[in-house]
C-alpha cells in the first residue's frame, strides 16, 4: 500500500480550528432585517468561538444618521436578541473596539469617502493587511452604483498581499437575462473568484450532510438511482406567511425567492454524481452537470402547481390571507405556494420524477429530501400482511428535526405475519454534543478565508434559472390567479393533483 503523501496535496488537517486571517467586513443595508437577525449574530458567534481574529473590523454603511456608538449599540442588541451562543463581555468588548458606522447613500461621493477613510483608519488601527469583505444586503438595483462607488474611490483596489472579495445575496436576478445583467455589473470590478453569492441552505450542516451520507459511506450510492428509487420529493414548507416582507415578497413569489436558488441546490446535492474532490472546482462541476441535465417537462399545465394563501387556522390561531397582509395589492398574483416537477435526463435518473415543493403558511415548518424507492418485486406476503407497508424511504431530514431517517417494514409482534411501516432515525441532536453552526456563521468565515465550495457559481445560477424561467413564463402568461389553498393545509389541490397523475402522493413530514 502506498501511503506516502504529497504534503502539498493533502487538504488542510480538518481538525485544527479554521481561523479567519486579518480583515474588515463592510456590510451594505446594515439596518436590514437579514443584517439584525442573521449577519451580527453570525459575527459575534464566530468572535465568541475564537474564528476570528484580533484584528478584525466591522463597518456598517446605511442611510441612518447614526453614529459609531448607536450602531455598536443596534450590533450589541441584535446579538443579545438572536446570537446562537452565550454572550460573552470580553468577546463584545473585543469586537466592539473595531466596530464603525458610516452613513450615507450610495450616490454619494462624499459617503463613499467617508467610508474609504473609515475603512483605512480601520486598517491602520486593526491592522487588517488592507483585506476587506464587502457584503451586499441590499436589492440588486443598488448593485450598480455601489460597484462604481467602490471603483471611484479606490475600494477595491488589489495590492499584492492584499484581498477584496464581494458578497452577494439571492434572488441572483429575476430570470436568466437579469441574473446575467446582475453578473456583468459585479464583475465589472471583482474577478469571478472575488464574488461569494450566498445561498444560506448549503451553509447549513445538514445540507452538507447529504454529501457526507452519499459519499462517505457504502451502502446508498448502489441503491441511489433508477433501479431502486421510484422518485424524490423536495419540500420546503414554512408556517409563517409573509409578515412585514410584502416589499421584497410581492413582486417575487415562492419560485423565485426559494426554488430557484434554495431547492435547485438540494436537487443538485441530491442528484449530482460523486466529485472528485470537495474543491469547489470539482464540487461545481458535477452540480453543473446535473443542473444542465435537469428540467421541467414541457406540460405545465401537468408538471406544475402553484398557489396563494387564504385566510385560515395556524397553530389554533386565525390568521389572514396573503391578500389581505400588508403592503400586497388585493389583486396580487402572486404565488406562495409552488410546485413543480423535474425530471434528470441522465442514465442515473431517467425515469425517477423530483418533485420540488415550497410553500409559506404550511401547517409546520420542515425542509427534507425524500428518496422513496419502488416496492419489493416480489412480495411472499398475502395482500392482508402487507395491507400497512407503505414503500421505503430514506428522508433527509433538514430542519427543524435535523437527521435521517429510514423508513421500512417490519413484522408486527404476534403470531400473524403482519407488516407495519417503521422507520429508523438519526438525529443530530442524540448523536453530537455540539450544536450545529448557524449557515451564516460557515457562510461568513468561508468568505473571510475566500473558502469558495459552498457558494454557488454563475453558471449553476444560469441553469437554474433555464429550468424555472418557462415555468414562470407560462405561469405569468394564465391570465387568472394562482388557486387559493386555506392557510395551514398542505397547499392547493393542484399541487395534490400534479402527483396523483403519476401515481404518488406527497408524503406529510
Ligand atoms: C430565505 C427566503 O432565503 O429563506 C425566505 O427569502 C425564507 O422567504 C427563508 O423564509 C427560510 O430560511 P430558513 O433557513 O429558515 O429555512
Redesign the pocket.
Known amino acids: 500500500m502506498n501511503d506516502y503523501v504529497n504534503p502539498l496535496r493533502a487538504p488542510q488537517d480538518r481538525r485544527l480550528p479554521r481561523v479567519a486571517g486579518p480583515c474588515v467586513l463592510v456590510i451594505f443595508g446594515v439596518t436590514g432585517d437579514l443584517s439584525r437577525k442573521k449577519l451580527m449574530p453570525a459575527v459575534y458567534d464566530l468572535a465568541n468561538r475564537g474564528l476570528l481574529p484580533p484584528g478584525f473590523g466591522l463597518v456598517g454603511f446605511a442611510r441612518r444618521d447614526w453614529e459609531d456608538q448607536d450602531f455598536a449599540q443596534v450590533v450589541h442588541d441584535a446579538v443579545k436578541e438572536h446570537a446562537r451562543t452565550p454572550f460573552r463581555e470580553e468577546v463584545w468588548q473585543q469586537l466592539l473596539e473595531g466596530i464603525r458606522f458610516v452613513s450615507g447613500t450610495f450616490d454619494s461621493d462624499e459617503s463613499f469617502e467617508k467610508l474609504r477613510e473609515t475603512i483605512t483608519d480601520l486598517d491602520s488601527a486593526r491592522g487588517t493587511g488592507g483585506n476587506h469583505a464587502f457584503y451586499l444586503s441590499i436589492p440588486p438595483s443598488g448593485f450598480e452604483q455601489v460597484m462604481a462607488q467602490l471603483s471611484r474611490h479606490g475600494l477595491a483596489e488589489r495590492k499584492v498581499g492584499n484581498w477584496n472579495r464581494v458578497v452577494i445575496e439571492?434572488p441572483f436576478g429575476h430570470d436568466l437575462a437579469s441574473a446575467k445583467e446582475l453578473n456583468r455589473v459585479v464583475e465589472t470590478l471583482f474577478q469571478p473568484q472575488e464574488v461569494f453569492r450566498i445561498d444560506?441552505?448549503l451553509g447549513?450542516e445538514t445540507v452538507q450532510n447529504m454529501l457526507a451520507l452519499r459519499f462517505a459511506n457504502q451502502m446508498f450510492e448502489p441503491i441511489w438511482n433508477n433501479h431502486y428509487v421510484s422518485h424524490v420529493q423536495i419540500t420546503?414548507a414554512?408556517d409563517?406567511g409573509?409578515g412585514g416582507?410584502a416589499g421584497?415578497?410581492d413582486g417575487i413569489g415562492?419560485a423565485r425567492?426559494?426554488m430557484q436558488?434554495?431547492l435547485l441546490q438540494l436537487l443538485a446535492l441530491a442528484a449530482m454524481e460523486e466529485p472528485t474532490s470537495f474543491e469547489a472546482s470539482q464540487l461545481r462541476t458535477e452540480k453543473k452537470k446535473v443542473l444542465a441535465a435537469a428540467r421541467v417537462p414541457g406540460r405545465y399545465d401537468l408538471h406544475t402547481a402553484r398557489g396563494q394563501y387564504a385566510a385560515g387556522w395556524q397553530g389554533g390561531q386565525q390568521v389572514i390571507g396573503y391578500r389581505e397582509e400588508d403592503g400586497v395589492a388585493a389583486d396580487s398574483s402572486t404565488e406562495t405556494y409552488a410546485a413543480i416537477r423535474v425530471d434528470i435526463e441522465n442514465r442515473r435518473w431517467a425515469g425517477v420524477p423530483f418533485y420540488l415543493r415550497t410553500a409559506?403558511r404550511m401547517p409546520r415548518?420542515v425542509?427534507e429530501v425524500a428518496l422513496n424507492f419502488k416496492r419489493a418485486p416480489h412480495l411472499p406476503f398475502t395482500a392482508t400482511d402487507t395491507e400497512e407497508l407503505g414503500t421505503n424511504a430514506l428522508v433527509m431530514r433538514i430542519?427543524p428535526d435535523e437527521g435521517v431517517t429510514l423508513r421500512f417494514g417490519a413484522k408486527v409482534p404476534g403470531t400473524q405475519m403482519e407488516i407495519r411501516e417503521v422507520s429508523m432515525d438519526f438525529g443530530y441532536g442524540g448523536s453530537f454534543t455540539e450544536s450545529s453552526p448557524e449557515?451564516y456563521e460557515r457562510l461568513i468565515l468561508d468568505v473571510l478565508l475566500g473558502d469558495p465550495p459552498l457558494f454557488p457559481q454563475q453558471e449553476e445560477v444560469e441553469l437554474s434559472w433555464q429550468i424555472l424561467d418557462p415555468v414562470l413564463d407560462y405561469w405569468s402568461s394564465l391570465d387568472e390567479a394562482p388557486e387559493e389553498y386555506r392557510a395551514g393545509t398542505w397547499g392547493p389541490r393542484s399541487g395534490l393533483d400534479m402527483l396523483a397523475r403519476d401515481g404518488f402522493v406527497w408524503r406529510r413530514p
Open positions: 439571492k444560506h441552505y447549513k420546503m414554512e409563517i409573509i416582507r421584497y415578497f415562492i425567492d426559494v436558488n434554495h409559506k415548518r425542509t430542519q449557515a
